[in-house]
């Protein structure tokens, strides 16, 4: 993911109350190639814009321990936390304390924090202590640099996942956690340093200068170590995978559940609060909006859409799932280039959408001139199709982690295996993925220094419903052929149903003797089944055919098809 936003505590990278010179420089390049730069710190908003070299060198100053921001170009401040009680600060100087006060916070020598804990404990006060160096720092709970930091990234219109922090203090291990990358440096604490993803070496904030350029010249943060769970081992043991930056590609065959897995990661990406934008062909992911930020726009032919979802793809805090079900197939290539153009402009850009999940890839990812959609720079991609041999050389060459589903072909299995390097085809691999169970999913990492470079396993359960291709057919004929046909002692009648709503509205007003017929021989559970692909409604349909009495019958089925597809008589 690109580097969009980067935070440092000011005495991490301060000497003597100032700003390194060369940090200020470097600070500088990264403003100037679109990288915000935010100033967290225990001190107040007062003391730091006296001592920054320039009033310009940061977007937002975070002071006061979280309690105070400031943006660049707002004409005051805003306090994210209460002031303190007076009755405190009235009894800090009865009894000669020496400390001073900031719009939200008191400071005191860290020597005289006994006392200070005694007051609070006397007066009753649910306050908070921070103890940095030689200072102490007294404020409201809730009160913290990491929440200050999500503030002003948030009034940025940025995204902490876009974030690298840097900090030598004790105190912000939060801080460090709350963004994508956490920075520690080795002239600070070391208890801080456990919680960090990389140690800035060095023995002083001129050290930080070079790795901020390093962290530039690369374009996008550098994997780490935030891991994505998808299930368990036989051992009990829990599988995770580092997906973040990574291409990952999810195949198996037709019906196998790689929409399933692939919606289960959505929803734990979503849930960590990355931004998705997902390309479903054939509305397989619209029940993602169930979870927050989430948002399902369903296209139609007669209508322009790039614009509208672009200022969807523009908010870090919002996923999108671009539904194509109503389209005819024709016209979803074209529409999936232009998203695709659309969307590597605004990660560049903005950072975001943080991943991009492309179902059928191998209709849209298929030529080599196809390979320019896909921005290896940024990579998080995940591809899910079960043609992988039609994905261009090119698209499959990037891609880092591979999950696989059942595959039937025996072929089609050793050329899934052959993609990890160092790992020869063998026969008990092949047997592995031709005989996964509905539940069951094998992990592969190409060229991966991981230990384990295959790993099977048995997914988690999905936290949002999912139903294979449930919403396409809702008013998207089937297939020529493929229609549901009416039929009365025998003979076809006119009355035929190319959409669940058609069928929906034809079921309600056939006459019993042919509504029974077809009910008797099993025509609606096999038409749902076999052509909607949906067994679970079919299922449900099959336990009504020895209904005895017809009209209950009617009126359950189309009440499980209403349920199930949220159409109905008056709708139609």
């Known amino acids: 993911m690109r580097l969009r936003l980067l935070a440092a505590d000011f005495d991490t990278v301060a000497v003597d109350g100032r700003i390194d010179k060369d940090v200020s420089e470097a600070l500088r390049e990264a403003r100037g190639s679109g990288v915000l730069t935010v100033l967290t710190s225990r001190r107040f908003l007062s003391e730091l814009q006296l001592l920054l070299p320039a009033p310009d060198l940061f977007d937002a100053i975070v002071a006061e321990n979280g309690a105070v921001l400031q943006v660049s170009g707002d004409s005051c401040p805003v306090s994210l936390s209460q002031g303190l009680d007076g009755a405190l600060l009235a009894e800090l100087t009865r009894r000669g304390v020496a400390h001073r006060c900031g719009l939200c916070t008191a400071e005191a020598a860290a020597a005289a924090s006994h006392e200070v804990l005694g007051i609070l404990q006397a007066l009753a006060l649910p306050y908070g202590i921070s103890l940095d160096q030689d200072h102490l720092v007294v404020f409201a709970h809730g009160t913290s640099r990491a929440n200050g930091l999500r503030e002003a990234a948030w009034r940025l219109g940025a995204s902490l996942h876009n974030a690298v922090a840097i900090s030598g203090a004790g105190d912000d ?6 963004c ?7 002239w600070g604490s070391d208890a ?21 350029r390093k962290l530039l010249s690369m374009g996008r943060i550098p994997l780490g170590h935030h891991r994505l769970r998808m299930g368990r081992r036989e051992t009990g043991e829990v599988v995770e995978v580092v997906l973040r930056g990574r291409n990952a590609v999810i195949a198996g065959d037709p019906k ?31 029940h993602l909006d169930a979870l927050p930020g989430v948002i399902v726009y369903r296209l139609r032919e007669d209508k322009d859409p790039v614009a509208a979802l672009e200022l969807i793809l523009r908010q870090p805090a919002l996923s999108l799932v671009v539904d194509m079900s109503a389209l005819p197939p024709r016209a979803k290539p074209a529409l999936v280039r232009e998203l695709l153009q659309r969307v590597n402009s605004l990660r560049r850009a903005l950072g975001a959408p943080h991943r991009v999940v492309i179902d059928e890839a191998h209709y849209f990812l298929c030529s080599p001139d196809d ?3 896909f921005d290896p720079e940024l990579g998080g991609y995940v591809l899910v199709t079960y043609r992988v041999a039609d994905l261009s050389a090119a698209v499959l060459s990037q891609s880092e982690v591979i999950i696989v589903r059942k595959v039937a072909d025996r072929r089609v299995a050793a050329d899934l295996l052959a993609l990890v390097s160092g790992i020869p085809p063998s026969s008990e691999w092949v047997d592995s993925l031709t005989g996964l169970k509905i539940d069951e999913a094998v992990l592969l990492l190409p060229g991966s220094a991981e230990s ?31 229609e549901f046909v009416f039929t009365r002692q025998g003979c076809a009648t006119d009355r035929r ?4 709503g058609e069928f929906f509205y034809i079921l309600s007003e056939v006459p019993e003797e042919v509504f029974s017929a077809h009910l008797r021989r099993g025509d609606f559970h096999r038409w749902i089944e076999e052509v909607l692909g949906d067994d679970e409604l079919g299922e449900t349909i099959r336990s009504l055919e020895n209904e005895s009495v017809v009209s209950e019958a009617r009126a359950s089925i189309l009440r499980a098809i209403e349920d199930r597809y949220l159409v109905s008589v008056a709708k139609r």
């Open 256 to 286: 196998s559940g790689k929409s399933w897995l692939a919606g289960l990661l959505g929803e734990e990406l979503i849930l960590k609060r990355y931004s998705l934008c997902i390309l479903d062909p054939e509305g397989d992911y619209t």
């Open 452 to 482: 384990a470079l295959i790993t099977s396993f048995r997914i988690d359960a999905r936290r949002t419903g999912h139903v294979r291709h449930r919403q396409k057919y809702v008013d998207v004929p089937v297939r020529p052929g493929e």
């Open 173 to 178: 291990p939060p801080l460090l956690s709350s």
């Open 371 to 373: 390979a320019e959609l």
């Open 497 to 500: 149903a190319r959409t669940v």
């Open 180 to 186: 994508e990358m956490g920075l520690a440096v080795g």
């Open 192 to 212: 801080l340093k456990p919680h960090a993803n990389d140690v800035i070496q060095g023995d002083g904030p001129w050290a930080a200068a070079p790795y901020i």
